[in-house]
T-cell receptor, first 110, second 115 residues
Framework: LAKTTQPISMDSYEGQEVNITCSHNNIATNDYITWYQQFPSQGPRFIIQGYKTKVTNEVASLFIPADRKSSTLSLPRVSLSDTAVYYC???????????FGGGTRVLVKP | EAEVAQSPRYKITEKSQAVAFWCDPI?????LYWYRQILGQGPELLVQFQDESVVDDSQLPKDRFSAERLKGVDSTLKIQPAELGDSAMYLC?????????????FGAGSRLTVL
């Protein structure tokens, strides 16, 4: 199983861009990279998923270099409501054995 | 938007008592997961089902925990007897089973407090 390493916490201010990098040196060929967001007392919520290069949706962008040993979640112009824990998951196809790490606690300040 | 249903939302029990949690996944999702999340930590996979079969229960404390998904739809996670260290959020998630990428949809969780 590919293990992931993320910063424990990050602080930002409203309107700024937040970039969270996740290391996954042992990523396998069939693995996808998925990011989830979790608010207190709620289940994690899917943000974005990618395999290589760049993926963008209405919420975030995901940058994956060619070697796929890391990935960066980019949250543009964060607001107070983006304060949450963000998890990077690297898992086999078909969703088998998806393991969460400790996540990155993002605090957005006014 | 389809949701994963979990109940109860909150449960307070005394140690040595039995506890049960129920999960109803999104219709058509073949894969169902139970995770345990201790406050301040990431979710830990307890058991994964593919339809009614267990795919992975390597982290499930089988002396006190059991899980079943008899008809391949909803699932029950049981703890007997509960211990103080079982206090946590129990999260259920489901995903479709198909080749390529899959995304987990989580329920709101069941928060257990063992006194």
């Amino acid at each position: 199983l590919a293990k992931t390493t993320q910063p424990i916490s990050m602080d930002s201010y409203e309107g700024q861009e937040v970039n969270i990098t996740c290391s996954h040196n042992n990523i396998a060929t069939n693995d996808y990279i998925t990011w989830y967001q979790q608010f207190p007392s709620q289940g994690p919520r899917f943000i974005i998923q990618g395999y290589k290069t760049k993926v963008t949706n209405e919420v975030a962008s995901l940058f994956i270099p060619a070697d796929r040993k890391s990935s960066t979640l980019s949250l543009p112009r964060v607001s107070l409501s983006d304060t949450a824990v963000y998890y990077c998951l690297v898992g086999e196809a078909a969703g088998n054995k998806l393991t969460f790490g400790g996540g990155t606690r993002v605090l957005v300040k006014p | 938007e389809a949701e994963v249903a979990q109940s109860p939302r909150y449960k307070i029990t005394e140690k040595s008592q039995a506890v049960a949690f129920w999960c109803d996944p999104i219709s058509g999702h073949a894969t169902l997961y139970w995770y345990r999340q201790i406050l301040g930590q990431g979710p830990e996979l307890l058991v994964q089902f593919q339809d009614e079969s267990v795919v992975d229960d390597s982290q499930l404390p089988k002396d006190r925990f059991s899980a079943e998904r008899l008809k391949g739809v909803d699932s029950t996670l049981k703890i007997q007897p509960a211990e103080l260290g079982d206090s946590a959020m129990y999260l259920c998630a489901s995903s479709p089973h198909r080749a390529g990428a899959n995304v987990l949809t989580f329920g709101a969780g069941s928060r257990l407090t063992v006194l």
